[in-house]
C-alpha cells in the first residue's frame, strides 16, 4: 500500500498525489471508515457535515485527507484507509489545513480592516495559524505605503507574520514563500485583491483563472467549483472561496477573546477569571489596550464583534 494525499475530489472518485509527483484517480473500498476527527472538535460548530457517519461513502474523504492507496494494473487506485484528521475545515470542505494565507489590500479593493478582522477569527477559532500578504504594493505611492505599513504593523505586533507582496513585480514573493512550505494552506481574502495572481507568481509553471470569467468547457451554470490542492514547494494550497464568512454568531461571546492572539497573551493578568474585557474591573486587557500594548482598533473590534455575537445570542436565551 502508498501512502497519499487527497487533492481533489470528483463524484466518486478521488485523485491521490503520491510519492514522486505521481498521481492516481483512486475509488474507496466498499467498507471504508470515516477518519477520526480531533476528539475535542465535536460540538465545536453549529452545523456539521452530514456524510459524517453517512454510509454514502463518497461523502466520508474530503481533499486534504491522507489515505493508503493499492494502485492496480489499469494506473487507477482503491482507497483502502484513511488516517485521522488533525484539522476538518467546512468552507472550503478540506481536511488536514494547517494555515490560511490572508490577502487583503490597502487600494484595489481598498483597505478593509473589518473583514481582515472576520478572516483572522475564524481562522484563530479553527486552530490555524495565519500569513497575511498585503498585496499591490506596486500600486501605492511613497506615502501610501508608509500608510499601509502603519496598518500592517498592527498584525505585526498581535503575532502575524505579515510581508508586503505585489503579483505584478514580484515583490515580496520570495519572503512568502517560505511559510508555505510543506504545509497545506488555504487562500483567502475578498473577490480582487489578487489570489490567485499571487499565487501564479509562487508557482509560475501553473495558470489558475485570474479576474476573467472561466470558459472551461461543461462548467454549467448548476456545477460549483470544486476544490483543488495544488503542489507548492512540498505543501500544498487551495484557492478555493468560502473561507470569509462574514458572520461571527457561531462562535460562543466567551470563545471570542480566545481568536485575538494578543489578548490571550495579556488576559491571563486579569482579575477575573472569566473576564469579558469590557467592563470588567481589574482587567488586564483593557489596561493593555490603554496603553497600547494591544492596539486600540484591534480591541475595539473585538468588542464590536462581542456585541454583534450577544445580539444574536440574546433571542436564544
Ligand atoms: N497592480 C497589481 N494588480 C494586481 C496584483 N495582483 C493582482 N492584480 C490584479 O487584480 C485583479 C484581480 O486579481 P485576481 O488574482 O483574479 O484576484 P482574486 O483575489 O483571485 O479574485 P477572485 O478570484 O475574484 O477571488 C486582476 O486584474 C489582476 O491583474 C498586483 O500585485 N498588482
Ligand atoms: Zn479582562
Known amino acids: 500500500m502508498t501512502q497519499g494525499l487527497i487533492v481533489k475530489a470528483f463524484n466518486i472518485w478521488y485523485r491521490v498525489a503520491l510519492p514522486g509527483g505521481l498521481t492516481a484517480d483512486c475509488r474507496p473500498r466498499g467498507r471504508l471508515q470515516p477518519p477520526a476527527g480531533r476528539p475535542e472538535e465535536a460540538g465545536r460548530r453549529p452545523e456539521r457535515r452530514s456524510g459524517r457517519g453517512d454510509p454514502d461513502r463518497s461523502r466520508v474523504l474530503l481533499v486534504g485527507d491522507r489515505v493508503g ?13 484513511v488516517l485521522p484528521r488533525r484539522s476538518e475545515l467546512l468552507r472550503p470542505p478540506v481536511a488536514n489545513v494547517d494555515q490560511v494565507l490572508v490577502v487583503f489590500t490597502s487600494v484595489e479593493p481598498p483597505w478593509n480592516s473589518d473583514l481582515l478582522d472576520r478572516i483572522l477569527v475564524q481562522a484563530e477559532r479553527e486552530g490555524l495559524s495565519a500569513v497575511l500578504a498585503l498585496n499591490k504594493v506596486d500600486l ?10 502603519a496598518r500592517v504593523a498592527v498584525y505585526r505586533s498581535a ?5 508586503l507582496t505585489s503579483a505584478l513585480t514580484g515583490e515580496g514573493v520570495e519572503a512568502l514563500r517560505p ?17 490567485s ?40 494550497v487551495a484557492d478555493a472561496p468560502g473561507f470569509s464568512r462574514l458572520d461571527l454568531s457561531y462562535i460562543p461571546g466567551e470563545d471570542l477573546a480566545g481568536c485575538f492572539p494578543e489578548i490571550v497573551r495579556e488576559a491571563a493578568g486579569c482579575r477575573f477569571r472569566g473576564c469579558l474585557h469590557v467592563h470588567e474591573p481589574g482587567c488586564a486587557v483593557r489596561r493593555a489596550a490603554g496603553a497600547g500594548a494591544i492596539h486600540p482598533d484591534r480591541y475595539s473590534r473585538y468588542t464590536s464583534f462581542l456585541a454583534e455575537i450577544r445580539a444574536r445570542e440574546a433571542p436564544r436565551r
Not at 492507496?69 to 484507509?81: A, M, W
Not at 503575532?159 to 510581508?163: A, L, V
Open 140 to 149: 501605492l505611492s511613497t506615502k501610501a505605503r508608509e500608510d499601509a505599513e
Open 159 to 163: 503575532g502575524y507574520p505579515c510581508i
Open 179 to 195: 511559510y508555505l512550505r510543506e504545509r497545506i494552506t488555504v487562500v483567502a481574502g475578498q473577490s480582487g485583491v489578487g489570489k
Open 197 to 236: 495572481c499571487l499565487l501564479n507568481a509562487l508557482r509560475p509553471g501553473l495558470t489558475l483563472r485570474t479576474g476573467a470569467v472561466s470558459t472551461k468547457a461543461g462548467r454549467g451554470r448548476h456545477t460549483t467549483r470544486h476544490v483543488e490542492l495544488l503542489p507548492l514547494d512540498g505543501g500544498w
Open 69 to 81: 492507496v493499492t494502485l492496480q494494473p489499469d494506473g487507477t487506485g482503491v482507497i483502502e484507509e
